[in-house]
């Protein structure tokens, strides 16, 4: 495809790489497909450059979770308030995004995967009541936009929040990736204001969906012959270790 002949064929195997291994975890976890994957792409164009390659695949990938889950109504009608408010300062995220370097962002994207694995690996058992902090949930989206908007992570504090309310892995997963979803459309339209958005881009992405569709297939499969915590520590690990890779290109030590 002439679209496609921006990029070099070093660059579209990294991005086809990049689209398979995250669609495994994904399809193994149901959910981590942009934490995986921007990571990688960042360290091979940039922050600014990778966040409009990640968002088609990752909606792909979330659609497949959410049809394959179930209870989408039930949970929309529940969190809609955390997951409206997530879509809605993600914008702000952007435009602190458009403010500062793309080195910069990115060492804010490794800070956030490195705080996130570190909370994923001590395997805090914390809970917390709904009735005492549903009140708080439009600030945690709010607080979850905005991190997405300006590095393109959707985990935090997202995630460590649904965990502590101990609901059933279906509603958590339909949540999470309602709110992923839902951020990403909004991203589409803040990076397409911004510019980010190109023809080349949009073109590269959307062929990488046969390739989500295929890791999340064979992720699923993964999942009922592996043990479920080892394969999530050797993801946390790789996800540390590219969060690291960014913070150390940030202050030139890479």
């Keep these: 495809m002439f679209l496609l002949d921006s990029f070099s064929s070093i660059q579209l195997t990294t ?13 193994v976890t149901g959910l981590g497909f942009s934490s995986t994957c921007l990571p990688i792409l960042t360290l091979a164009f940039g922050l600014k450059e990778a966040l409009p390659m990640v968002l088609i695949p990752s909606v792909a990938s ?4 959410m049809v394959s889950t179930g209870g989408f109504l039930a949970s929309a009608q529940r969190f809609w308030p955390m997951v409206l408010s997530a ?19 990115a060492a804010v994207l ?21 009735a005492r902090t549903r009140k708080l949930e439009p600030a945690i989206g709010a607080a979850t936009g905005f991190i997405n908007g300006l590095t393109g992570s959707q985990v935090m504090p997202l995630i460590p929040y649904l965990l502590s309310l101990d609901m059933p ?23 397409g204001v911004a510019g980010l958005m190109t023809v080349q881009v949009v073109a590269a992405s959307a062929c990488g969906i046969v390739l989500v569709a295929l890791g999340v297939r064979i992720g699923s499969r993964i999942s009922h012959h592996l043990a479920p915590q080892a394969f999530r520590t050797a993801v946390l690990i790789v996800l540390a270790a590219l969060g690291l890779g960014l913070i150390l290109r940030a202050v030139g030590w890479l």
């Excluded at 979330?62 to 979770?65: D, F, G």
């Design 15 to 27: 991005i086809a790489s990049a689209y398979f291994i995250a669609a495994l975890v994904k399809g």
């Design 62 to 65: 979330n659609l497949v979770v």
């Design 87 to 105: 879509c809605v300062s993600v914008f702000a995220g952007l435009w602190a995004l458009t403010r500062v370097g793309g080195i910069s962002a």
């Design 110 to 130: 490794g800070l956030v995967l490195l705080i996130y694995v570190a909370f994923a690996l001590t395997n805090t058992r914390f809970r917390l009541t709904e």
């Design 169 to 191: 892995r279906e509603r958590f997963l339909q949540v999470s990736n309602q709110s992923f979803t839902l951020s990403s459309a909004a991203m589409f339209v803040g990076l």
